[in-house]
């Protein structure tokens, strides 16, 4: 895969950033590098290599997946000044 002159400039103007035509041509050429280097790494053999979540090995630090807090809709609106159905009731702010 590579990039042209065209791709370039309409990914320019797609993120509304102005390139002269002096600097899409530099980024031809830069894009390309990127791309090259990309697909060198996409030749690396990965086969029996495990995802790895460090540069150490560690074991992730998990929580169990419980619900430790909750219904407590009364105690969050205790001390606000008008509630509706433990809703926040607020003046209206826009006409």
Same mark, same amino acid.
């Not at 320019?12 to 002269?20: G, K």
């Not at 159905?85 to 607020?90: A, D, Q, S």
């Given at each position: 895969m590579?990039?042209?002159l065209a791709t370039v400039k309409r990914v320019?103007?797609?993120?509304?950033?102005?390139?002269?035509e002096e600097d899409a041509n530099r980024m031809v050429g830069e894009l390309n590098g990127i791309i090259d280097f990309v697909e060198q790494l !996409?030749?690396?053999? #990965?086969?029996g290599v495990e995802p790895?979540?460090?540069v150490t090995p560690m074991e992730m630090?998990?929580?169990a997946d419980i619900v430790t807090d909750g219904d407590k809709a009364a105690e969050v609106v205790a001390n606000?000044?008008?509630i509706d159905? !433990?809703?926040?009731? #607020?003046p209206?702010?826009?006409e």
């Open positions: 590579s990039v042209d320019a103007r797609l993120a509304r950033i102005a390139v002269t !996409n030749e690396v053999d #990965v086969a790895m979540t460090s630090r998990k929580r606000a000044p008008s159905h !433990n809703f926040f009731l #607020v209206k702010v826009v």
